[in-house]
T-cell receptor, first 109, second 116 residues
Framework: GQQVMQIPQYQHVQEGEDFTTYCNSSTTLSNIQWYKQRPGGHPVFLIQLVKSGEVKKQKRLTFQFGEAKKNSSLHITATQTTDVGTYFCAGRNDYKLSFGAGTTVTVRA | NAGVTQTPKFRILKIGQSMTLQCTQDMNHNYMYWYRQDPGMGLKLIYYSVGAGITDKGEVPNGYNVSRSTTEDFPLRLELAAPSQTSVYFC???????????????FGPGTRLTVT
């Protein structure tokens, strides 16, 4: 079945620095979604990418869908303490989403 | 709208006990899901439903049962609780997934379950 993998599992970032987290699928995806989960909270939808090569921005967050629609990335610039949490990507699989294991981000002030 | 609500928030069960996790959504979503989240393991789908009266298994259905008698409610039943079922359980809902498209999933606050 479809597998979605995320790297790195943990990301420790100095406040103000940039970082990127990656999502890779074993199969071609019709679309991909990104969610953020704050510590002790529940996943919250961030964005959906549908088109090959699509790039979307939300303030300091930039999301990209690969040309082959098998990978995606999330780039955060000028990391802030509010960026702390776990970021999940999820690929469409029939009527369901297959979630990656997530990248947990901590920020050093 | 309250969105997706779950009860209880916390529960401790003894091995062999049973319980029902409640999930209700007020957004008239036809799709509903149950996930479990173990530390560092992401979200694993237990069961899902595409509408009232229709349910199907996800990746990890063993030890659980569900029912969907109304659009709003999607309870998850644990029979004969085992320590391996210690986890955080999330219920989620979404609109109809049209061909080639998807809609975001709205998650409830979760139920933290410990089986000892």
């Amino acid at each position: 079945g479809q597998q979605v993998m995320q790297i790195p599992q943990y990301q420790h970032v100095q406040e103000g620095e940039d970082f990127t987290t990656y999502c890779n699928s074993s199969t071609t995806l019709s679309n991909i979604q990104w969610y953020k989960q704050r510590p002790g909270g529940h996943p919250v939808f961030l964005i959906q990418l549908v088109k090959s090569g699509e790039v979307k921005k939300q303030k300091r967050l930039t999301f990209q869908f690969g040309e082959a629609k098998k990978n995606s990335s999330l780039h955060i610039t000028a990391t802030q303490t509010t960026d702390v949490g776990t970021y999940f990507c999820a690929g469409r699989n029939d009527y369901k989403l297959s979630f990656g294991a997530g990248t947990t981000v901590t920020v050093r002030a | 709208n309250a969105g997706v609500t779950q009860t209880p928030k916390f529960r401790i069960l003894k091995i062999g006990q049973s319980m029902t996790l409640q999930c209700t959504q007020d957004m008239n979503h036809n799709y509903m899901y149950w996930y479990r989240q173990d530390p560092g393991m992401g979200l694993k789908l237990i069961y899902y439903s595409v509408g009232a009266g229709i349910t199907d298994k996800g990746e990890v259905p063993n030890g659980y049962n569900v029912s969907r008698s109304t659009t709003e409610d999607f309870p998850l039943r644990l029979e004969l609780a085992a320590p391996s079922q210690t986890s955080v359980y999330f219920c989620a809902s979404s609109y109809l997934l049209l061909a080639g498209d998807s809609y975001e999933q709205y998650f409830g606050p979760g139920t933290r379950l410990t089986v000892t």
